[in-house]
């Protein structure tokens, strides 16, 4: 059974940093597509980055130029650094998994952007 344990969340100052990490258990192959999204109160669920390996990265608009998501693909771990944040960017962050008709999905890490 496939699990994800996110961790790195926590509180921060607007225009400061943290690097969230995911990494994937009881899987025994590289996932083709690691993902990050996020769910602020009272909104849905959204995707800040996802990480395809050797086809694409993609980023949320908002987030371009301030998050950066690598892989590491032989460990199955994904992070998320978030540089520059801002209130706006509190929410709970999610990682996801998807391999074929494999999908999962983390606990949630929450992340507080607060003076």
């Known amino acids: 059974q496939v699990q994800l344990a996110e961790s790195g969340g926590g509180l921060v100052q607007p225009g400061g940093s943290l690097r969230l990490s995911c990494a994937a258990s009881?899987?025994?192959?590289?996932?083709?597509?690691m993902a990050w999204y996020r769910q602020a109160p009272g909104k849905d669920r959204e995707l800040v980055a996802s990480?395809?390996?050797?086809?694409?990265?993609d980023y949320a608009d908002s987030v371009k130029g301030r998050f950066t998501i690598s892989r590491d693909g032989l460990k199955n771990t994904v992070h998320l650094q978030m540089n520059s944040l801002k209130p706006e960017d509190t929410a709970v962050y999610y990682c996801?998994?998807?391999?074929?008709?494999?999908?999962?999905w983390g606990k949630g890490t929450l992340v507080t952007v607060s003076s």
């Open positions: 990480y395809t390996t050797g086809i694409r990265i």
């Open positions: 009881g899987v025994k192959f590289s996932i083709n597509t």
């Open positions: 996801k998994a998807r391999h074929a008709s494999m999908e999962r």
